[in-house]
């Protein structure tokens, strides 16, 4: 059941039912321009990644921008995208199983929907309901480039899938997926670079390979909000699908420049708005955002803009503040900001986003494909 949505629009921010998902619009906006900015003079395109927000209403402004399409992970992601008026999606993920397939196969009538595959007898099963709804299917093969999750090696089993996916009547070789996500997260500049490299070379080994058995692959696409700069220098990549990019978690801040220090290419621009909701004693609080309003996989959601309070334990509903300032000022009704240790799950919590600007609600969208696991 879809819930009401916690804000109108026009009410100031502390009017805002809690917990709730906030975007600030200013920072979200800088963030979707920054990165467009940063590939204009290339040729690398962008195919942002809408599993972070699950929302047609951001896919379409990505997209307004000059990105390609976008991409997901599960059919019913991509049919929550398509039914919202974006006209070209990558799974990229293997689907398996008749059903899923079949749904695949209905949305590629009415865009352009592609799919990851990394074995011959799924490649086999997308080819026969791609010739039972009378469609062509582009198909990408997954490169293994070094998540060990999905993924064939490089080299001669790319080439050999490949082959499979050209050979089949219902389908179209469409090129490699090859995102590194274990390098994502990497803390040091050198060290994500270095996992890059080793990517690079995994993906020009099998371009090769595929270039000389007659073979083009005119899309090698992949890369991260943690590395997508490596990916779009390295002449081999000509398609990024970073995600995190317009919201920005805490565990991406953690990430470290060229510097040494923390990596600030992007503003936080999404928060999970929470009210205390007790304070019984002066060394800590608690709100109403735990763990179904808040992801803790990636670490601790931050208290923004409050030093010296520190969420420090989540319950269902409750979340601990600890209190290291004999002086702070926190009093039961009090509204305020936690960034998400991880922006994905978080989004996955919530109905709808309450877009604010100055403090007051602008806009309010619907995270359409919130539960979208099949």
Request: aromatic share 6%; net charge negative.
């Amino acid at each position: 059941m879809t819930t009401c949505p916690p804000a109108d629009i026009g009410m100031s921010l502390e009017e805002v039912d809690t917990p709730a998902l906030l975007i600030d619009l200013d920072a979200f906006e800088r963030n979707l321009e920054r990165l467009a900015a940063s590939l204009s003079y290339t040729n690398v395109r962008l195919r942002p990644h809408a599993k972070t927000h699950k929302c047609p209403v951001i896919a379409l402004r990505q997209m307004a921008l000059g990105a390609v399409g976008v991409c997901c992970q599960k059919v019913s992601e991509a049919e929550a995208l398509v039914y919202g008026g974006v006209s070209n999606v990558l799974i990229t993920n293997e689907i398996v199983g008749t059903q899923k397939l079949r749904r695949a196969a209905s949305l590629v009538r009415l865009a352009e929907v592609a799919v990851c595959a990394d074995d011959a007898e799924n490649v086999a099963a997308i080819d026969k309901v791609a010739l039972d709804f009378n469609v062509q299917i582009p198909v990408y093969v997954e490169l293994n480039v070094g998540a060990d999750r999905c993924g064939v090696e490089s080299g001669q089993p790319v080439l050999a899938l490949a082959r499979e996916i050209d050979a089949a009547p219902g389908l179209r070789f469409a090129g490699l997926q090859a995102y590194h996500g274990s390098a994502q997260h990497v803390r040091g500049y050198e060290e994500r670079r270095t996992a890059i490299a080793s990517a690079v070379e995994k993906v020009s080994q099998s371009l090769d390979l595929l270039k000389r058995h007659g073979l083009p692959c005119h899309i090698v696409t992949g890369a991260g909000t943690g590395t997508y700069h490596f990916e779009a220098e390295s002449g081999v990549y000509n398609e990024l699908q970073a995600g995190s990019y317009i919201f920005m978690d805490a565990d991406y801040a953690k990430n470290l420049d060229e510097d040494g220090k923390p990596v600030r290419t992007f503003d936080h621009s999404l928060f999970v708005y929470t009210t205390v909701m007790s304070r019984p004693c002066k060394d800590w609080a608690v709100v109403d955002a735990g763990h179904k309003s808040v992801s803790i996989d990636s670490g601790m959601p931050w208290v923004d803009g409050m030093e010296g309070v520190e969420y420090i334990r989540a319950s269902d509903e409750h979340g601990k503040l600890e209190i290291h300032k004999t002086d702070c000022p926190i009093r039961i009704g009090d509204k305020i900001k936690l960034i998400p240790g991880h922006c994905d799950p978080t989004v996955n919590l919530f109905d709808w986003y309450v877009g604010v600007r100055s403090n007051r609600v602008e806009t309010i969208w619907p995270i359409t494909a919130r539960g979208a696991v099949l």
